[in-house]
């Protein structure tokens, strides 16, 4: 049978639309339109709901429109509409919700409310088929953690950050090294020439027990550390600012892979065919941690799937293809389907501390 998805995307800072199909036994991105809305932020330092909610409302149009043009396809040949119900920003996904709404009422197609975090931890099987169960690494400006995924809608939440997300501290440390945002890349380059061992930073949680990690005391370890040289030498040279950079990269990485080693042996011990651990988020693109991650699985005969980085960040045919699954299986909503800033994949997990913060990126 051949499913056709038109997926909506608007939880955060990207207006998204785009249109997956299954035939036979291989999902195809048929269209992926991605109007990010970076410049709207930039003078803010970070993401303004209402500036987003409203720069949504006028691009989720035209998004649909340019997705199903280079699809070559009509509303009529949609089989069912996915768009992303939570978690995110409520201006912004109440925006992709009533648009959906609309489009169903108008054509009578089915709706399917997808959690944005299930977009981001089915995508390896959306990239490389990749079977259940297998094990995320989801991290990016907003989110940090280990996820059993063993079915489409069947998620085991085994770690995660239980402060700031690595993306963020990326950024800051690149705000404090006066290195341009976003962060990660612009870390990454600086790290490329620095000594990682000049400075002594600490690597929060690494010889506690279990999955989770922390990165706010890094970030604070960062301020006195630059300051430090500051006070000493009134001011940062570049050589200064890459040792900064890449002593800053080498504890991410250090916790990233010491962590993930944790929770592989968690998902190892389930005895999975195919083992494999994934990642996503904008934290995946380092390469640093990406090589880190590469030898491990290497070493213990896990295959490591990472998905290309526009797949990795926020799109619509994440949101398209985990509607696909949902759909396939029978799920779909109806009119009362509401729009939630807040909705963990792992209902079971005890909240984290400052996890689901208002503004973060998922
Ligand atoms: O997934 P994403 O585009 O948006 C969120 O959902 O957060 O991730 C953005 C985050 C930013 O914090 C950015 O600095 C970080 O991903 N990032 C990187 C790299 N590229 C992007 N962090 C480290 N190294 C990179 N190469
Ligand atoms: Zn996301």
Redesign the pocket.
Known sequence: MTLTILGIESS?DDTAAAVVRQAADKPEILASIVHGQTDLHADFGGVVPEIAARAHVEKLDSCVTQALNTAGLTLADIDAIAVTAGPGLIGGVVSGVMLAKGICAATGKPLVGVNHLAGHALTPRLTDDVAYPFLMLL?????CQFLLVKGHDDYTRIGGTIDD????A??KT?RILGLS?????A??KAAETGDPKRFKLPRPLLREQGANMSFSGLKTAMIHARGAVIAEQGGLTRRDQSDLAAGF?AA?ADIIDHKSRVALDGYLALNPTTPTLAV????????A?RARLTDMCAALGVAFVAPP?AL???NAAMIAYAGLERFAAGMVDDMTLSARPRWPLDQSAAPMLGSGKKG???
């Open positions: 955060c991290v990016s400006g907003g989110h997300a690595p993306g963020e990326f950024d690149a945002q976003p962060g990660g890349p870390v990454q990269q991410v996503a988020g904008g934290v995946a693109a380092n390469t941690i980085l990795c960040t926020d973060a990126k998922a």
